[in-house]
């Protein structure tokens, strides 16, 4: 559409997630985003705590972009300083990521308090740390006075906010996460980025929100929405969910993180596909060890491990385009690996190698659609 029809569709459809120009699956993913919020928000105005129900938010950026870019000023931090309206919290910076060294972290943490959020987290900011915070009693030191045990249930709920997938995806982390997804459509433009604009909250609403011009009338919807928050939480609790936004675009930042720049440019060159959608190195078995020290000289990289490796050979194929699988199950003969006798090319013998198969799209389409089998003599015409 025209500059002309976008400022005409924005001006009729201002905040409006089921628009006539988005898609069935876009409206599907925005309303999943909005409950999402709504159950995370009634979770943190909720003091009660639950072991069972023992998370911590991770807000972090969808827009999906280069290892180590930086994203940012999208409302993450503010959805929590909204929140400081109506409970008290303590902020803390994550972009130290050494911030739990500081054995005095915590001397303003309180029962009083209702939040913590370390907000702005350092990509390498250890999540791990803070397991005991979220799930159990938290120790309070406090300068020239004992320290102290502040039970669970006394203890304030923790969030945090980065620009950055989580380095942990293992169960234990996932387990206490829960995970919060803001868009990219309040933005800041730079000459580094393809924006057309900045867009703040103030270019929707002309006002700081919650500032001096902040009306009585906005004041009591703001309550009664926290308040709608809190219910709604409370409704589906006894439902043991715990509602999260699609975890497509985060997947995906996650296992560009796990595969480097450089290994993608490697991967890119030695599973090379031609226009007949495949390629010397594609949808056949490959010994994974010739790749992996292919892989090495490449990059100079001599430390490397094959697990590493492995991780990123994984993040290849989940982020690239053209590839259907890695390793197809059916080739399996051993757990969930591909283990086959090939002649070692110095000493002749048949030694046991471990394999790596990488499956084109195009060739996933084809074994779903086998051409037709050649005519047989009674059939071919005369």
């Known amino acids: 559409m025209s500059p002309e029809e976008g400022a005409a569709y924005l001006a009729a459809h201002k905040f409006d997630i089921a628009g006539p120009a988005l898609t069935a699956a876009e409206i599907q993913e925005q309303k999943q985003c909005l409950i999402n919020k709504i159950f995370t928000i009634g979770f943190m105005m909720h003091r009660y705590k639950s072991e069972s129900r023992a998370w911590a938010p991770f807000v972090m950026d969808n827009v999906v972009g280069e290892n180590g870019q930086c994203n940012g000023r999208s409302g993450k931090s503010f959805m929590f300083r909204a929140l400081s309206n109506f409970t008290r919290w303590l902020k803390l910076s994550g972009r130290?990521?050494?911030?739990?060294?500081?054995?005095?972290?915590?001397?303003?943490?309180?029962?009083?308090?209702?939040?913590?959020?370390v907000d702005d987290c350092d990509e390498y900011l250890p999540f791990k740390q803070f397991y005991d915070n979220i799930t159990s009693d938290i120790t309070i030191n406090t300068k020239n006075v004992s320290a102290y045990t502040l039970t669970f249930q006394d203890a304030p709920k923790f969030a945090f906010t980065t620009n950055y997938v989580p380095k942990e995806f293992d169960g234990s982390s996932v387990g206490r996460m829960l995970f919060v997804v803001f868009s990219d459509y309040y933005h800041q433009r730079t000459e580094d980025n393809d924006y057309l604009e900045t867009r703040q909250i103030r270019t929707d609403f002309n006002k700081d929100l919650f500032g001096s011009a902040y009306t009585e009338a906005e004041w009591e919807a703001d309550i009664n929405f926290v308040l709608q928050c809190v219910k709604f939480y409370l409704s589906v609790a006894p439902l043991q969910v715990k509602i999260e936004p699609q975890m497509g675009n985060i997947i995906f930042r996650k296992y560009l993180r796990d595969m480097s720049d450089n290994f993608r440019e490697w991967a890119e060159g030695y599973f090379s596909v031609d226009e007949n959608g495949c390629g010397d190195n594609l949808n056949r078995e490959i010994v994974r060890e010739d790749a992996f020290e292919a892989y090495k000289r490449f990059s100079g990289v001599s430390k490397i491990t094959m697990q590493k490796f492995t991780k990123s050979l994984k993040g290849f194929c989940f982020t690239c385009d053209y590839i259907d699988c890695l390793n197809p199950e059916e080739l399996h003969n051993s757990g969930s690996r591909i283990m086959r006798r090939i002649e070692d090319p110095i000493?002749?013998?048949?030694?046991?190698?471990?394999?790596i198969y990488l499956r084109t799209k195009k060739e996933a389409e084809r074994l779903k659609n086998p051409p037709p089998p050649p005519p047989t003599q009674q059939e071919m015409p005369f």
């Not at 739990?100 to 308090?113: C, D, G, I, R």
């Open 347 to 355: 000493t002749h013998k048949k030694v046991l190698k471990e394999m």
């Open 96 to 117: 130290n990521p050494k911030l739990l060294e500081n054995q005095f972290a915590f001397e303003q943490v309180s029962k009083h308090l209702g939040i913590v959020v």
